[in-house]
């Protein structure tokens, strides 16, 4: 396969709280060049959400 014809992608992680409807608790963006992941200009960024994780949800996370 020939990754170097693949176009730019920027590949979006989102995660929640577990509310419903569900509070932002992280954000990761990883730009995708040529078919492999650019980690030098990715990153990741946490939020404080306004209510508190659901038992489902820390499961999950840990």
Same mark, same amino acid.
């Given at each position: 396969? &020939?990754? *170097?014809?693949? @176009?730019a992608l %920027?590949v979006? &992680?989102v /995660?929640?709280?577990? *509310? &419903?409807p569900? &509070? %932002?608790? /992280? $954000?990761t963006l $990883? @730009?995708?060049r040529e078919?492999r #992941?650019? /980690?030098?200009?990715?990153g990741a960024? %946490?939020?404080?959400p306004?209510? @508190?994780?659901? #038992?489902? *949800? *820390?499961e999950?996370?840990?």
């Open positions: 396969m &020939d990754f *170097a014809s693949w @176009p %920027l979006v &992680d /995660e929640g709280n577990g *509310a &419903d569900p &509070d %932002l608790v /992280e $954000v $990883v @730009p995708v078919g #992941p650019d /980690e030098g200009t990715g960024w %946490l939020t404080q306004r209510r @508190p994780f659901t #038992p489902f *949800a *820390a999950c996370t840990g």
